[in-house]
């Protein structure tokens, strides 16, 4: 058994500062200590009894690290999502109670039957694992965690009837995210700047919205809308309704983009937008900007740093259309790959009931053809505890297609979702299907796999390509055949290691594959990843001539790249990262230092060399969050030119009290919080850590619906001498809803008197302070000291002596305090009376 030190275990038991921690940490450090503890036998239990410490605690953390037995609080995801803060229950062996309380915070029904009776109903154990086996909770008390994943059928439906929730309210809103590029090179200027803006309001649990996208390359500048749509939660129906320019949800017809309207069912509203657990994984040759597509629509956009990448959250507009993700560095040059819908099914849980939509077809910038009027429908139903099914049509004019899905879990470990597809294209005469099946599964405890198949007919048409007249070439170029496979593994000896695979095949014979794989591992002074990243057929020819542009095709004649990376920590939140890195016949290998400053300031500077054309370059890269919004800056500088970055992002709210702006950008729901007139009070909400402004108020940018959610004012970053009544909030948010969080702020001015009598003599220690209505304040101390504890305003006080004497206390606070000083400090002469 590996040697385990007990001051480590007694900082994961005993809150720092008890007594129990101090004892056991004295005794790692008595003479003698380290030999106490043998190699295999754990701790010596004559030590551990002798300094106070109960010699079940060795037994106890033999084994693992466990949470201790009783309450804690502890962090809570579910399904991957985080919902906050939440009081846990652990039994005698470190195992998770399923309270009441902590089913109610995670959104889960909650089983009948009790395996663990409690001194009142809230205490009791739930048997949540006896009535949804395939249940997977993970504890992690090094980071006071605790992670569920749950089916979807353990999930509770919102509390609509309850109505235990906010509801109302109006505000304005504006989200913002601008990047910029610019570049002086050898083969002159380049500019691009791009800006996704977001506007609309919340008035009356209605919820409206406008997404639009600029872009200008190099003085070409287009305009981009993405849609326009008012959408609220219907109780009676518990459902969605959507009215607009809006994308079409159906799990079997998603991501058709219409201008009409849509029902729902809304088991997933509790969720925030963006919760998933789809996932882009790639590797920037360069800093990048990404962006990534669905349905033609542009999705999320970011700029990445040279290395690995990993966008996780995205705000998938539906479970079924692939995502186009393009990574494209400060040169111009362009990589695409795809993300296969099939591989990210299983994130993007479908919830019972029935859907449906109707309205006009949008075509895209581009696009030709027909805008016919489209209808569709279908109903997903439970079939039994661990199965699910779904039937669904859509028609036009001249097209019509019908779908279906099975999902299953076998064994309580495997999980199998399948869809088919059927179409018939009337106007050319033509029908076809689609099949897509995906499989995943834990293989053991630390081992994920997941595969993927998708495959299509040739007659098998779109809606959106119903009716068109495909030009030579062009249905052969149409996919034929789609397959993923992924596999995640974590082993606290080995590392972790991730590996994912992507083939492509067109009807015309050409393919392109995409293959991702990570590895990494923490040492005790370093932290080494090595990256291999591979992408061939397909767009090869639109790389190369894209980076031809840049100068550097010669390097993509072998798509296959692979970087090491070694990350060594300087001590505080600075570290130094060296790496090599190779694609194709590129070798090029750099350092860089990165620093955290604070909590608003991070920075990086690098050096980079090319091995081969023996150039050089040097970068710098910092970030800011100046409380109310995010800025990202960056330059290169090569042989071939100057590179400038640039990066905005944040949103403004418009509420009955002004303007306050968030460096997050604001949801669907969401919320002010108001800390008095205090400013630059810092809060901990759902999304992050926000600032109150000059005013004392901050946005709160998003609050998961109909679940319970905490806002906590952080007390150190308040004035010293403001107290407030209660430093936390919880509340649960209706979807669309605007939420006004106030904290009562409470001022006390504190004051120490240095207090004489009249020949200047300190007034005697044990003289009573009495003041307005002859009410007792306190007792002089030593040397004259006089401590008031609130003290608003001028005042006189009487003194009373020890020897039956008195005299009058005149006391002037003045007339400003000083907020940052605990109490104020004064001199003042008691005169007789």
């Not at 790389?543 to 970087?563: P, Q």
Request: hydrophobic letters at 35%; aromatic letters at 8%; one cysteine or more.
């Amino acid at each position: 058994m590996k040697r385990t030190s007990p001051y480590r275990i007694a900082t994961s038991v005993w809150p720092r500062g008890s007594s129990l921690f101090i004892g056991f940490a004295t005794l790692c450090s008595l003479p003698g200590a380290a030999s106490a503890l043998q190699l295999g036998e754990g701790f010596d239990l004559a030590a551990l009894t002798a300094h106070g410490i109960d010699p079940r605690v060795s037994d106890y953390f033999r084994s693992a690290a466990r949470f201790r037995e009783g309450v804690q609080v502890v962090g809570l995801r579910v399904n991957g999502n985080p919902l906050g803060l939440v009081d846990a229950r652990f039994d005698q062996e470190g195992r998770l109670c399923f309270t009441s309380g902590l089913l109610q915070k995670a959104g889960l029904v909650k089983p009948e039957a009790i395996i663990l009776e409690g001194a009142t109903p809230e205490q009791a154990c739930h048997d949540f694992l006896g009535a949804f086996p395939t249940t997977m909770v993970r504890l992690r008390p090094g980071t006071d965690e605790v992670a569920l994943v749950v089916p979807t059928q353990s999930l509770r439906e919102p509390e609509w009837a309850a109505g235990h929730f906010s509801k109302g309210g109006v505000a304005a809103l504006f989200n913002y995210d601008v990047l910029g590029f610019d570049s002086r090179s050898r083969n002159g200027p380049s500019r691009f700047v791009s800006a996704y803006t977001e506007a609309g309001f919340n008035l009356d649990d209605w919820i409206v919205r406008s997404r639009q996208f600029y872009v200008s390359d190099n003085g070409k500048a287009r305009i981009e809308h993405l849609f326009a749509f008012a959408q609220r939660d219907i109780a009676t129906l518990q459902s969605t309704f959507q009215v607009g320019q809006i994308s079409s949800n159906n799990p079997l017809f998603g991501g058709i983009q219409l201008s009409g309207l849509q029902f729902s069912p809304d088991g997933q509203s509790r969720t925030p937008a963006g919760s998933n657990n789809a996932v882009v994984e790639g590797l920037a040759h360069s800093q990048s900007r990404i962006e990534v597509r669905q349905s033609g629509v542009l999705i999320h956009a970011t700029l990445v740093p040279e290395g690995p990448f990993r966008l996780t959250g995205l705000p998938l507009l539906n479970g079924i259309s692939d995502l186009e993700v393009s990574v494209i560095d400060v040169r111009g040059a362009r990589r695409n790959f795809v993300v296969p819908a099939a591989s990210f099914a299983g994130a993007v849980p479908v919830a019972s009931g029935y859907y449906f939509s109707a309205g006009k077809l949008r075509k895209g910038p581009g696009e030709k053809g027909p805008t016919p009027v489209v209808a569709m429908g279908s109903g997903t139903w439970g079939l039994g505890r661990d199965s699910s099914a779904g039937f669904g049509l859509l028609g036009t004019d001249d097209y019509w297609a019908a779908g279906g899905t099975l999902s299953s879990i076998f064994f309580q470990r495997v999980s199998l979702v399948g869809r088919q597809n059927l179409s018939r294209d009337s106007k050319n005469a033509v029908s076809g299907g689609r099949s897509s099946v995906t499989v995943s599964s834990p293989l053991f405890a630390t081992i994920d796999v997941n595969v993927s198949a998708t495959t299509q007919t040739r007659g098998y048409r779109e809606v959106i390509e119903a009716g068109r007249s495909f030009g030579a070439g062009e249905l052969e170029s149409r996919f034929k055949n789609q397959y993923t496979a992924g596999m995640s593994w974590a082993d606290p000896e080995l590392g972790a290691f991730s590996a994912g695979y992507t083939r492509s095949a067109q009807f015309d014979g050409r393919a392109s594959e995409h293959v991702f794989a990570s590895w990494n591992k923490s040492f005790s002074h370093a932290d080494v990843v090595l990256v291999a990243d591979s992408q061939v057929g397909g767009t090869r020819s639109d790389r190369d001539a894209t980076s031809a542009r840049s100068g550097r095709d010669r390097s993509l004649n072998n798509d296959l790249s692979v970087r090491l990376q070694i990350s060594v920590p300087l001590g505080g939140d600075r570290r130094v990262s060296s790496y090599a890195s190779r694609r194709g016949d590129q070798f090029t290998a750099g350092s860089a230092f990165s620093e955290r400053v604070n909590e608003y300031v991070n920075y990086e500077v690098g050096v980079e060399r090319d091995i081969n054309a023996r150039e050089q370059s040097v970068r710098g890269q910092v970030d800011l969050l100046p409380r109310y919004t995010r800025v990202g800056l960056g330059i290169s500088r090569d042989p071939q030119g100057t590179r400038y970055t640039g990066q905005l992002q944040g949103g403004v709210v418009a509420h009955a009290n002004g303007l306050t702006f968030s460096p997050y950008a604001v949801q669907d729901t969401f919320g002010i919080v108001s800390v008095g007139d205090i400013g630059a009070a810092k809060v901990e909400t759902p999304q992050g850590p926000v600032w109150t402004d000059f005013s004392g108020q901050a946005v709160i940018a998003g609050l998961p619906a109909y679940t319970n959610s905490r806002v906590e004012v952080r007390t150190p970053s308040l004035p010293k001498r403001v107290d407030l009544k209660n430093g936390t909030q919880v509340l649960a948010a209706g979807r669309g809803s605007f939420n006004a969080v106030k904290f009562d702020v409470v001022k006390v001015r504190r004051l120490l008197i240095t207090a004489t009598d009249q020949h200047g003599r300190p007034l005697p220690q044990g003289a009573s302070v009495f003041g307005k209505d002859n009410r007792f304040l306190t007792s002089v101390v030593g040397e004259g000291m006089v401590f008031l504890n609130d003290v608003s305003e001028s005042q006189s006080l009487h003194v009373s002596m020890p020897d039956a004497s008195s005299c009058l206390l005149r006391v002037n606070p003045g007339a400003k305090p000083d907020n940052e000083k605990f109490y104020e400090t004064a001199s003042a002469v008691c005169h007789g009376r």
